[in-house]
């Protein structure tokens, strides 16, 4: 018996085995680390002067979280590191359409840096039992000056990307701060209590700009595992291996947050 499909049938077997064992086209990624500590005598934090609400606010032990230095580690919380597009290639970001939540917490923001991706939404909570106001000055999305009554929120669209990371006040407690960093990818760290960053899914083989920001200073002269560096303009560059690139400890002088 003679079948007349016999040729196709062979022909897509051939074609299947060839997919079979054929490599990956997959591309290769990156996972970059780093850890910021301060080169100096940890400062104090300042106890807040509470002057509204002292009732509620007042009891919350509140502190300048400007800067935040572990006293034993020295590390350094909230240094924020993102990869700079314009020193940077990068292959077209999908949103990830995710929401964020900034909460007015015991009469703070937390987190004190909040990192989205154009197409996010932050959603701005309140659990206080006192009334908060989210004051964003955006530069390329609609600026917003919201009341947030008590267990009441707010949802705002983050449709654009910012060229700086945008701060968040409450117009009722003046101690109230936090910041926005809005961009295209998703590539984008803030430094832990540790001091740490972690930023994964980068592109492997690739030589990339990225910036560092932190609110109370200009991080550009750094030592990087014992050898000095010059971060011009607060940015450096990193060709990154497949795998993980550790730029091990980043030491930053006292005096650039003076």
């Known amino acids: 018996m003679t079948f007349s499909h016999a040729r196709p049938i062979t022909f897509v077997l051939a074609a ?5 064992f054929a490599p990956h086209a997959s591309a290769e990624t990156s996972t970059l680390k780093m850890k910021f500590v301060y080169d100096g005598d940890a400062p104090a934090q300042e106890a807040i002067d509470v002057t509204r609400d002292v009732a509620f606010c007042g009891k919350h032990n509140l502190k300048d979280e400007t ?3 572990d ?3 020295k590390a350094i919380q909230n240094v924020v590191v993102y990869v700079y597009t314009r020193g940077s290639n990068l292959p077209p ?10 909460a007015n917490d015991k009469c703070r923001f937390e987190p004190r840096i909040v990192v989205a991706q154009t197409g ?5 909570t309140n659990p206080d039992e006192v009334g908060h106001n989210a004051n964003l000055n955006f530069f390329r999305n609609a600026a917003q000056n919201l009341m947030i009554p008590s267990a009441q929120e707010k949802v705002v669209a983050l449709e654009q990307a910012e060229p700086a990371p945008i701060p968040v006040d409450c117009n009722i407690h003046p101690w109230m701060r936090a ?9 984008a760290a803030v ?20 910036r560092v920001y932190h609110e ?3 991080i550009d002269e750094v030592t990087v595992d014992g050898k000095d560096e010059d971060w011009r303009r607060s940015r450096f560059e990193v060709t990154l291996a497949p795998g993980i690139t550790d730029m091990g400890t980043i030491a930053v002088p006292a005096d650039a947050f003076d």
């Open 16 to 20: 299947m085995a060839l997919v079979a």
């Open 67 to 69: 800067l935040i230095v």
């Open 71 to 73: 006293p034993s580690t």
């Open 93 to 102: 970001q999908s949103p990830r359409n995710a929401t964020h939540v900034l």
């Open 120 to 124: 996010d939404s932050l959603k701005i």
């Open 179 to 187: 910041y926005v960093v809005v961009l295209e990818h998703p590539f």
């Open 191 to 210: 430094s832990d209590a540790a001091g740490e960053i972690t930023i994964e899914g980068l592109p492997a083989g690739e030589e990339l700009t990225f």
């Open 216 to 218: 109370k200073g200009k």
